[in-house]
């Protein structure tokens, strides 16, 4: 496999991954209490949309599909947001861990770009890498976004916030009593071995 065979391909999991996002998305939107936040993540949804058409810009100008390529990183990270989202209820703490989530996202994404902007300008793809620079500048303004508003509200909102008691999932109560554990009496009468 050459460079230009690694271009097309990590073109093809960037397109993937901003699909994944763009079902995503309006999930953690839907969840996320404070105004500005809700609104930066809408406002990436419109985005995200365009890096997708961008995306299929590059593939239709280098003679391939974008699709056919299942991002594994992305998915990995979308489950790991369903899961966390799905243990909280919408309010300052869900909010300062959406914003985490949503940067993890956002620096996958940088760094993917970043790389693919480097092999097209190895490559003399000096329009694809044009198409990708602008991209990645929207990808970096949302995670400087989400930092500001984590910094400026976000956080302070979540360290006052009472604790939450978890929410019980299919998958917690599943685990409970697959493991004979009610919850309260955890470990009980069974022997550890410590080494």
């Known amino acids: ?10 073109i093809k999991d960037i397109y993937s991954a901003e699909k994944q996002l763009l079902k995503a998305m309006p999930k953690m939107a839907k969840m996320a209490a404070n105004p ?3 609104e930066s993540i809408q406002k990436h949804l419109l985005e995200t949309e365009e890096h997708c058409r961008r995306l299929e810009q590059v593939a239709e100008k280098g003679g391939f599909k974008p699709s056919g390529v299942v ?3 992305m998915k990995g990270l979308i489950d790991e947001c369903t ?3 799905g243990e909280l209820e919408a ?4 909010d300062a861990v959406i914003i985490m989530l949503a940067q993890k996202n956002e620096h996958y994404e940088i760094g ?4 693919v902007i480097a092999w097209a300008k190895a490559l003399g793809n000096s329009e694809a890498q044009e198409i990708l620079i602008q ?4 990808e970096e303004k949302t995670d400087d976004l989400l930092s500001e508003i984590a910094e400026t509200a976000v956080n302070a909102e979540a360290a006052k916030a009472p604790a939450e008691k978890p929410k019980t999932t299919a998958k917690t109560a599943k685990t409970s009593s697959t493991n004979g554990n009610s919850g309260s009496k955890a470990g009980i009468g069974k022997k550890v071995s410590v080494r």
């Open 1 to 10: 496999m050459d460079l230009n065979e690694c271009f097309v391909e990590m």
């Open 36 to 38: 500005k936040l809700k």
């Open 71 to 73: 991002c594994k990183g």
């Open 83 to 85: 899961e966390h989202m």
């Open 91 to 94: 309010g300052p703490v869900a």
């Open 112 to 115: 993917s770009y970043g790389s």
């Open 135 to 138: 991209t990645l500048a929207e």
